[in-house]
């Protein structure tokens, strides 16, 4: 991702030689955190609006999904699940199970079962 715009880099591993078989994603920063906001409702907007094309880039796997909340000593807010599991659904994209870090927590879990993924 450069300047906030994800992209996938499928297209130009898979010319010549090289091709990939997973293509992994994750979100390791946003730009409000960086910058000291850590205002809950703009890193929600602004984590969904990553995510989300993230998950419309090609990707077979979203790593960590939620870890940048925690990572930011935030709770992960509960309005950004439903959205990133049915985008993810939507887009056929797996989502990373992490026991080490316990990321994504019991509810986004629970939420992921319950929507079929």
Do not use: Q
């Not at 030689?17 to 390791?28: A, M, Q």
């Not at 995510?51 to 950004?80: C, Q, Y």
Request: with cysteine; net charge neutral; aromatic share 6%.
């Amino acid at each position: 991702m450069r300047l906030g715009i994800p992209r996938s880099r499928r297209d130009s591993a898979c010319s010549g030689k090289f091709r990939l078989d997973i293509l992994i994603g994750s979100v390791h920063w946003l730009l409000h955190t960086v910058e000291g906001d850590r205002n809950p409702k703009r890193c929600v907007r602004e984590f969904l609006d990553i995510t989300l094309k993230l998950l419309e880039k090609d990707i077979d796997i979203l790593a960590h999904p939620t870890r940048i909340f925690s990572w930011n000593g935030m709770e992960v807010p509960r309005e950004e699940v439903d959205p990133l599991v049915d985008a993810a659904i939507a887009n056929g994209v797996a989502l990373e199970l992490n026991s080490h870090s316990k990321d994504p927590d019991g509810y986004f879990i629970r939420r992921c079962i319950e929507r079929g993924l």
